[in-house]
């Protein structure tokens, strides 16, 4: 009887396997090959910045930089902005060639973008301008939290990173979304009410139904919770209303529903936390020793100079991707309760099952990436497994 059900259990994969793609050969296979592109393109750049990150906070030429903009003001405040600010847009001209070749010609070549070559530089430079002051008050933060506390910086950073994620959940919908896109009520007021409705049917207050023109950018489909408590609203992309069934538009807005459901908000804040706390730890232990021992040798006078601000950043972004995995980890484990949560709510598989295939060949996602990919890279289920998930359902498996 064992043998018999591990056989039917085996059976059944392998048919989930063949079966649960996107009905088309050659959308699955350009779907792949997109994939397969934007991944190395992104090990290149992971690469390259990793090793010129690590030349240039040890190659001394930050403390020589931060030397010249100390003779441009006297306040410590200023020299620190505008070194913050050097940086910001140093990293984003070094980052330029690969993100256009990815971010334009790559969705250009498979059919995502919608944008000219002007629209998308445009949107560079508006990122860019977004970014200096939010660099320049981290900077002045982090430099005047290791200065005051060299010994408990890290958890003092920690202990702040809790109130700034929740008011930046609070500020991105109402005055930073609305920079890039055009936000305004749904259109169509009856799928606005079925939506109301259902996100009631679980306890959730939802202050207007949005729509946004996600078209002036991509091809690709989304829907999401923006905000938090009266701010709390549901967006639609005006292509997923363009694509999607009313019905396949409820089950999508039912999973994000269950991330509401469950605080899975503040899941990932908490666990945002917890990881910040241990990666600024690994920092510090080993910045602290790279300053100490050859701080001579590398013109790093101290963690809390200026000039060390390149070095705490590479560690920052070595340890983070050291660790990404098992944040992924923990964000499949949640997306496939989410799921789940969807499934029961709406009791309609076909449409979870019909809404799942469009996202992935409106996305172009990879329906079966490799479990290294999977397991390295994924922070929700393949779309296989999410399709796989469906008929289980429909089985009454689950």
Known sequence: MPLKRLTILLFRSLTVAATSQYGSESEEHKATEYNRVKQRVMLIGLLASMIGGAIFALSGLPLRISERIDRVSPNKWVRRSIFAAFLTVVELIASLPLGYFSGFVVEHRYGLSNQSRSQWFAEQIKGLAISLPFAAIGANLILEIIQRWPKRWWAVATSLALPVTVLLSQLAPVLLMPLFNKFEPLKDTELAMRLKRIASESGI??????????????????????????????????????????????????????????????????????????????????????????????????????????????????????????????????????????????????????????????????????????????????????????????????
């Open 205 to 398: 207050n939802v202050a207007s139904v949005m729509q946004m023109d996600m078209s002036r950018q991509t091809n690709k489909a989304n829907a999401f919770f923006a905000g938090m408590g009266r701010t709390r609203r549901i967006v639609l992309a005006d292509t997923l209303l363009k694509e999607f069934s009313p019905e396949e538009i409820e089950v999508v807005v039912a999973h994000e529903i269950a991330h509401q459901a469950h605080r899975d908000l503040w899941w990932f804040v908490g666990l945002g936390t917890v990881f910040t706390g241990g990666i600024s730890w690994l920092v510090d232990r080993v910045a602290s020793r790279i300053v100490n021992q050859y701080g001579e040798e590398f013109n790093l006078p101290s963690m809390a100079h200026v000039s060390a601000l390149p070095l705490l950043s590479w560690l920052l972004a070595v340890v983070a991707f050291a660790l990404a995995p098992l944040q992924n980890l923990l964000s499949r484990i949640i997306e496939r309760r989410a799921d789940t949560y969807a499934l029961r709510l709406t009791n309609d598989p076909k449409s979870f099952k019909s809404a799942m295939r469009k996202l992935g060949v409106m996305n172009l996602a990879d329906p079966n990436p490799s479990a290294v990919i999977k397991y390295t890279m994924y922070s929700h289920p393949p779309i296989a497994e999410r399709i796989a998930r469906g008929e289980r359902y429909e089985r009454g498996e689950g």
